[in-house]
């Protein structure tokens, strides 16, 4: 513009600075707050901090159902974390079309999140109980819940901005800041607070309340300026109709989980407890033989009252043969094998060394149980380590001490088994050998699975060990699961067994027979171990590369 009150003569050019553009699409900065804008900016960062947390917290409910109702660990983390990440990228592009009303846009967003999010352990197990399969269930919810948390920042982005304006850089470092101490702090409540106090379920019906009261509460008090008279109560139904469902869940939580329980173990359900390890179920008519108990583990059948018996004379008996003072059982928190070893009176004493306590506080006190075990709690020679027991393997305690070492552990296909499954492990288990000792070890299905029982015997052999492979009480008739198999299989005939095992020594070649002073047997002889070595090496796969912690072939 022209300067007028300039000397004559003398034109001065004035240029106005004019204020920049806003985006297009965004609204106005509302013209006053409840609050000073400072404390406004703190609230909407407390609120990303909160939201991250919950987000967190459905994404570790997701992973940690996916392990337990699917198995492989791996992969199930795999595909709910690439699903979520690729789906929060297409709820970051979704969040464009809300930027002309980001603060209902927000409060929508958390009040489905919070719905689908406490919801999710609830329909997840509910799909496995009653439909048998929750794979697809499982990828549902991560997609929607990943599209939801993807929205979240943009639009949190915009409201921060309305209320001081900052350069971009310093606001998407602000909302990141809170976004990551929020994942943090939800990343550690799970495992150390919501798994152990509340569980699956409740846990994850406590965290979509938490959002939805968060998240509600700041747009509806912060931000209640941008709304419409009709957008604010349309905001209020919608909360509190999620909240009452939410509380309705937590209300009929444990008379679901009864009832989903009962359709996946059937209707003799006696003992049912999460610990700080996993979920233990032990069914069964409160009173009986022995025979009709089951347990399992994450949803694994681990002991069949039926036929255990077969499984665990064929793990301990033929490395009994020989020097058998000292031993060592590593898993077998139930007490059987120990049962086995505890048999020989010239047994000085048996260590057994299992992770989960509960599995051996339930092994003590139930009462069907502890007669399956024959009470081996109760004998004096028997000593029990709460330890992981690669842990344990490595520290001086356990060199040089054992004659014979049972790693009754579960199957090496279960992803947390691996490294117990590995060369190093082996290493390990072979320095705690005395000369002479011998190592028996749980390999894995036989037939079902001829790799992976294979691949642990070249294992063995890689870590300086001889084998000896067999299968459980000679001829198979049939394929089935070992002692690992599904759910499903827990009220059906019991099927033959496929359970497969490696007898190992430091010294020479290990010798698969039973001794004349063994206990009496009710399913193995010298003769049906010979007929089970023939068998196993008539089906040998040579050639394969042992498993090693950096590198699992299971």
């Known amino acids: 513009m022209i300067d007028r009150s300039a000397p004559r003569g003398v034109l001065r050019t004035r240029w106005r600075r004019l204020p920049a553009p806003e985006p297009r699409g965004a609204a106005r900065v509302p013209a006053a707050l409840p609050v000073r804008p400072r404390t406004g900016r703190l609230l909407v960062l407390a609120t990303v901090f909160v939201c991250a947390a919950c987000g967190l917290v459905y994404e570790l409910e997701l992973l940690a159902l996916g392990s337990y109702l699917i198995g492989d660990s791996v992969t199930q983390a795999s595909v709910v974390l690439s699903v979520m990440v690729f789906a929060m990228g297409v709820g970051s592009l979704l969040a464009k079309a809300l930027r002309n009303r980001p603060a209902f846009g927000f409060a929508a967003i958390e009040a489905a999140l919070a719905l689908l999010g406490g919801l999710s352990a609830m329909a997840l197990y509910a799909s496995f109980a009653w439909l048998g399969e929750s794979r697809l269930t499982l990828v549902a919810f991560a997609f929607a819940i990943g599209v939801l948390i993807g929205a979240e920042i943009p639009l949190l982005m915009v409201l921060i901005q309305r209320i001081r304006r900052q350069d971009a850089g310093g606001a998407v470092a602000d909302l990141f800041a809170a976004d990551y101490v929020g994942a943090l702090v939800g990343g550690l409540a799970f495992p150390f607070l919501l798994l152990p106090v509340l569980g699956q379920l ?101 002991v069949s009252g039926y036929d255990e018996y077969r499984y665990h004379e064929a793990l301990v ?91 009754d552990l579960p199957d090496p296909g279960i992803t947390p088994s691996t490294k117990l499954y590995s060369q190093e492990f082996y290493g390990l288990a072979a320095r705690a050998l005395r000369p002479g000792g011998r190592l028996a070890v749980h390999a894995g299905p036989f037939a079902t699975r001829p790799r992976s029982y294979w691949t642990v015997e070249a294992t063995l052999r890689a870590a300086g060990l001889s084998t000896a492979p067999y299968s459980a009480g000679g001829r198979l008739s049939g394929f089935a699961a070992g002692p690992d198999r599904a759910l499903g299989a827990a009220t059906a005939a019991p099927p033959p067994q496929d359970w497969g095992f490696v007898l190992a020594a430091r010294e020479g070649v290990p010798r698969l027979r039973v001794d004349r002073d063994t206990p009496a047997l009710r399913s193995l002889s010298t003769q049906s171990l010979g007929d089970a070595a023939r068998d196993a090496e008539r089906v040998r796969m040579p050639g394969l590369p042992p498993s090693t912690l950096p590198h699992p072939r299971y």
């Open 202 to 302: 409740s846990g994850a019906v406590l965290t979509g309340t938490v959002n939805a009261l968060v998240g509600g509460g700041l747009v509806l008090w912060l931000f209640r300026r941008d709304l419409s008279r009709r957008a604010r109560w349309l905001l209020v139904a919608a909360n509190l109709a999620v909240l009452t469902v939410l509380g309705c869940a937590t209300v009929f939580a444990d008379d679901f989980e009864r009832v989903a329980r009962r359709a996946v173990y059937g209707g003799e359900v006696r003992v049912a407890v999460q610990t700080g390890v996993q979920e233990l179920v032990l069914t069964g008519p409160p009173t009986g033989s022995p025979r009709s108990l089951d347990l399992f583990l994450d949803g694994r059948l681990r």
């Open 317 to 407: 008996h033929p490395a009994m043969t020989g020097s058998h003072t000292r031993v060592l059982v590593l898993g077998g928190g139930d007490g059987l094998a120990a049962r086995e070893v505890l048999r020989y009176r010239d047994v000085a004493s048996v260590t057994v060394v299992e992770l989960d306590p509960g599995v051996v506080h339930l092994a003590r006190t139930d009462p069907m149980l502890s007669a399956l075990n024959g009470r081996a709690y109760e004998d004096p020679r028997l000593g029990v380590v709460s330890q992981d027991a690669f842990r344990w393997l490595r520290g001086p305690a356990a060199h040089g001490r054992f004659d014979v070492i049972v790693s």
